[in-house]
Protein backbone atom coordinates (compact mmCIF):
# COMPACT_ATOMS: atom_id res chain seq x y z
CA UNK A 1 0.00 0.00 0.00
CA UNK A 2 2.21 3.05 -1.12
CA UNK A 3 2.36 5.89 1.22
CA UNK A 4 3.77 8.67 -1.11
CA UNK A 5 2.94 7.86 -4.95
CA UNK A 6 4.36 10.11 -7.71
CA UNK A 7 3.11 9.90 -11.24
CA UNK A 8 4.68 9.86 -13.96
CA UNK A 9 7.60 7.57 -13.01
CA UNK A 10 9.67 8.63 -15.88
CA UNK A 11 8.69 11.55 -18.55
CA UNK A 12 10.65 12.05 -21.70
CA UNK A 13 9.51 15.51 -23.23
CA UNK A 14 11.27 18.54 -25.83
CA UNK A 15 12.47 21.76 -24.57
CA UNK A 16 9.22 24.30 -24.46
CA UNK A 17 6.87 21.84 -23.65
CA UNK A 18 4.59 22.42 -20.57
CA UNK A 19 4.39 19.07 -18.45
CA UNK A 20 3.16 18.21 -14.60
CA UNK A 21 4.00 15.64 -11.80
CA UNK A 22 1.08 14.73 -9.68
CA UNK A 23 2.27 13.72 -5.96
CA UNK A 24 -0.84 12.00 -3.38
CA UNK A 25 -0.06 10.90 -0.16
CA UNK A 26 -2.12 8.98 1.90
CA UNK A 27 -0.42 9.10 5.24
CA UNK A 28 -3.02 11.56 6.61
CA UNK A 29 -0.05 14.13 6.68
CA UNK A 30 -0.80 18.22 6.40
CA UNK A 31 2.98 19.02 4.87
CA UNK A 32 4.15 17.99 1.68
CA UNK A 33 7.35 19.39 -0.31
CA UNK A 34 9.21 18.74 -3.60
CA UNK A 35 12.84 17.91 -3.79
CA UNK A 36 15.33 18.15 -7.20
CA UNK A 37 17.90 15.67 -7.19
CA UNK A 38 20.58 17.79 -9.30
CA UNK A 39 23.05 15.61 -11.79
CA UNK A 40 25.83 15.76 -8.47
CA UNK A 41 22.62 13.95 -6.52
CA UNK A 42 22.24 16.74 -4.15
CA UNK A 43 18.73 16.69 -3.05
CA UNK A 44 17.10 20.45 -2.93
CA UNK A 45 14.07 21.82 -1.42
CA UNK A 46 12.42 23.17 -4.14
CA UNK A 47 8.52 23.85 -2.47
CA UNK A 48 6.83 22.99 0.91
CA UNK A 49 3.19 23.14 1.49
CA UNK A 50 1.61 23.34 5.46
CA UNK A 51 -2.32 22.68 4.92
CA UNK A 52 -2.34 23.73 1.74
CA UNK A 53 -0.62 27.03 2.20
CA UNK A 54 3.01 27.30 0.86
CA UNK A 55 5.81 27.61 3.75
CA UNK A 56 8.96 27.18 1.75
CA UNK A 57 9.92 28.81 -1.84
CA UNK A 58 12.98 28.60 -2.60
CA UNK A 59 14.86 30.08 -5.47
CA UNK A 60 13.50 28.16 -7.99
CA UNK A 61 12.50 29.54 -11.66
CA UNK A 62 9.14 30.93 -11.46
CA UNK A 63 7.80 28.57 -14.61
CA UNK A 64 7.91 26.15 -11.67
CA UNK A 65 4.30 26.59 -10.08
CA UNK A 66 3.37 23.76 -7.35
CA UNK A 67 -0.49 23.57 -6.91
CA UNK A 68 -2.04 21.81 -4.03
CA UNK A 69 -5.62 21.17 -4.35
CA UNK A 70 -6.11 19.50 -1.02
CA UNK A 71 -3.53 18.65 1.75
CA UNK A 72 -2.96 14.88 0.40
CA UNK A 73 -1.90 16.45 -3.39
CA UNK A 74 0.86 18.56 -4.04
CA UNK A 75 1.55 18.61 -7.73
CA UNK A 76 4.26 20.56 -9.78
CA UNK A 77 3.58 21.92 -13.18
CA UNK A 78 6.25 23.20 -15.28
CA UNK A 79 6.01 25.58 -17.73
CA UNK A 80 8.57 26.19 -21.23
CA UNK A 81 10.75 22.96 -19.92
CA UNK A 82 14.47 23.43 -20.14
CA UNK A 83 17.42 21.33 -20.59
CA UNK A 84 18.67 22.21 -17.11
CA UNK A 85 15.05 21.19 -15.79
CA UNK A 86 16.40 17.05 -16.57
CA UNK A 87 16.60 15.71 -13.00
CA UNK A 88 14.97 13.31 -10.82
CA UNK A 89 12.10 15.33 -8.56
CA UNK A 90 10.93 13.73 -5.21
CA UNK A 91 7.75 14.57 -3.81
CA UNK A 92 7.85 14.22 0.01
CA UNK A 93 5.18 14.45 3.01
CA UNK A 94 5.59 14.74 6.52
CA UNK A 95 2.97 14.95 9.36
CA UNK A 96 4.03 18.31 10.84
CA UNK A 97 6.82 20.69 10.09
CA UNK A 98 9.79 19.77 10.93
CA UNK A 99 8.58 15.93 11.72
CA UNK A 100 9.94 12.42 9.89
CA UNK A 101 9.45 13.36 5.84
CA UNK A 102 8.63 10.34 3.91
CA UNK A 103 9.81 10.29 0.30
CA UNK A 104 8.21 9.17 -2.85
CA UNK A 105 9.39 6.71 -5.43
CA UNK A 106 10.76 9.95 -7.34
CA UNK A 107 9.98 10.99 -11.10
CA UNK A 108 12.49 11.40 -13.64
CA UNK A 109 12.51 13.59 -16.13
CA UNK A 110 14.61 13.82 -19.14
CA UNK A 111 14.25 16.92 -21.55
CA UNK A 112 15.63 16.55 -25.31
CA UNK B 1 28.15 26.33 -1.31
CA UNK B 2 26.74 23.19 0.03
CA UNK B 3 26.26 23.41 3.66
CA UNK B 4 26.46 19.98 4.04
CA UNK B 5 29.16 17.56 2.96
CA UNK B 6 29.39 13.64 1.88
CA UNK B 7 33.28 13.40 0.73
CA UNK B 8 33.11 9.93 -0.08
CA UNK B 9 31.38 9.04 -2.75
CA UNK B 10 31.69 5.05 -2.13
CA UNK B 11 32.65 3.17 0.27
CA UNK B 12 32.50 -0.99 0.27
CA UNK B 13 33.06 -3.21 3.26
CA UNK B 14 32.98 -6.74 3.58
CA UNK B 15 29.58 -8.38 5.44
CA UNK B 16 29.80 -8.74 9.07
CA UNK B 17 32.79 -5.62 9.61
CA UNK B 18 31.86 -2.51 10.37
CA UNK B 19 30.59 0.70 7.81
CA UNK B 20 31.47 3.85 8.90
CA UNK B 21 29.51 6.32 6.72
CA UNK B 22 31.07 10.32 7.40
CA UNK B 23 29.76 13.84 7.05
CA UNK B 24 30.46 17.26 7.62
CA UNK B 25 28.61 20.48 7.87
CA UNK B 26 29.08 24.32 7.60
CA UNK B 27 25.91 25.66 9.43
CA UNK B 28 26.55 26.00 13.14
CA UNK B 29 22.96 26.80 13.34
CA UNK B 30 22.00 23.52 12.45
CA UNK B 31 20.65 21.30 15.27
CA UNK B 32 19.14 18.33 14.21
CA UNK B 33 20.39 15.81 11.74
CA UNK B 34 19.29 12.77 9.83
CA UNK B 35 20.26 10.01 7.85
CA UNK B 36 18.27 8.12 5.06
CA UNK B 37 19.07 5.13 3.23
CA UNK B 38 18.14 5.03 -0.66
CA UNK B 39 17.78 2.05 -3.19
CA UNK B 40 17.73 2.36 -6.77
CA UNK B 41 14.41 3.47 -8.16
CA UNK B 42 13.02 4.21 -4.70
CA UNK B 43 13.11 7.15 -2.46
CA UNK B 44 14.78 8.06 0.38
CA UNK B 45 14.12 6.27 3.31
CA UNK B 46 14.18 7.49 7.29
CA UNK B 47 17.36 5.87 9.07
CA UNK B 48 18.33 7.46 11.98
CA UNK B 49 18.23 11.06 13.89
CA UNK B 50 20.45 13.07 16.02
CA UNK B 51 19.37 16.23 18.10
CA UNK B 52 22.50 18.85 18.33
CA UNK B 53 21.85 18.15 22.62
CA UNK B 54 23.28 15.06 22.03
CA UNK B 55 26.17 12.97 20.36
CA UNK B 56 25.19 9.51 20.01
CA UNK B 57 21.95 7.89 18.96
CA UNK B 58 21.52 3.96 19.03
CA UNK B 59 19.03 2.27 17.00
CA UNK B 60 20.11 -1.60 16.78
CA UNK B 61 22.80 -2.09 13.82
CA UNK B 62 22.77 1.68 13.33
CA UNK B 63 24.85 4.31 15.46
CA UNK B 64 25.30 8.23 14.56
CA UNK B 65 27.85 9.79 16.21
CA UNK B 66 27.58 13.75 16.77
CA UNK B 67 30.77 15.92 16.78
CA UNK B 68 29.76 19.91 17.06
CA UNK B 69 33.03 21.42 17.88
CA UNK B 70 34.29 19.53 14.68
CA UNK B 71 31.09 19.92 12.72
CA UNK B 72 30.75 16.50 11.98
CA UNK B 73 28.68 13.35 11.93
CA UNK B 74 28.78 9.76 11.12
CA UNK B 75 26.50 7.15 10.95
CA UNK B 76 28.17 3.33 12.20
CA UNK B 77 26.88 0.22 10.78
CA UNK B 78 27.72 -2.99 12.61
CA UNK B 79 27.72 -5.58 11.67
CA UNK B 80 26.90 -4.65 8.31
CA UNK B 81 24.76 -6.81 5.92
CA UNK B 82 24.40 -7.16 2.36
CA UNK B 83 20.96 -5.79 2.11
CA UNK B 84 22.81 -2.76 3.77
CA UNK B 85 23.86 -2.02 -0.22
CA UNK B 86 22.19 1.65 -0.27
CA UNK B 87 22.95 5.21 -1.21
CA UNK B 88 22.95 7.05 2.19
CA UNK B 89 22.09 10.74 2.59
CA UNK B 90 23.11 13.17 5.56
CA UNK B 91 20.72 15.78 6.21
CA UNK B 92 20.61 18.64 8.50
CA UNK B 93 18.19 21.13 9.42
CA UNK B 94 18.12 24.39 12.05
CA UNK B 95 15.19 25.82 14.23
CA UNK B 96 12.87 28.73 12.61
CA UNK B 97 13.32 27.18 9.01
CA UNK B 98 10.40 25.92 9.15
CA UNK B 99 12.47 23.08 9.26
CA UNK B 100 13.70 22.52 5.79
CA UNK B 101 16.16 19.94 4.88
CA UNK B 102 19.43 20.21 3.76
CA UNK B 103 21.04 17.12 2.03
CA UNK B 104 24.23 15.96 1.16
CA UNK B 105 25.43 14.26 -2.08
CA UNK B 106 25.26 10.64 -0.78
CA UNK B 107 27.75 8.32 0.11
CA UNK B 108 27.00 4.80 -1.85
CA UNK B 109 27.76 1.85 0.48
CA UNK B 110 27.92 -1.68 -0.83
CA UNK B 111 28.45 -4.40 1.65
CA UNK B 112 30.32 -7.24 -0.05
CA UNK B 113 28.83 -11.07 0.64
Known amino acids: DTAVSQTPKYLVTQMGNDKSIKCEQN?????MYWYKQDSKKFLKIMFS???????INETVPNRFSPKSPDKAHLNLHINSLELGDSAVYFC???????????FGPGTRLTVL | DQQVKQNSPSLSVQEGRISILNCDYT??????FLWYKKYPAEGPTFLIS?????DKNEDGRFTVFLNKSAKHLSLHIVPSQPGDSAVYFC????????????FGSGTQLTVLP
Open chain 2, 91 to 102: AASEYGSARQLT
Open chain 1, 27 to 31: LGHDT
Open chain 2, 27 to 32: NSMFDY
Open chain 1, 92 to 102: ASSQGVGQQQF
Open chain 1, 49 to 55: YNNKELI
Open chain 2, 50 to 54: ISSIK
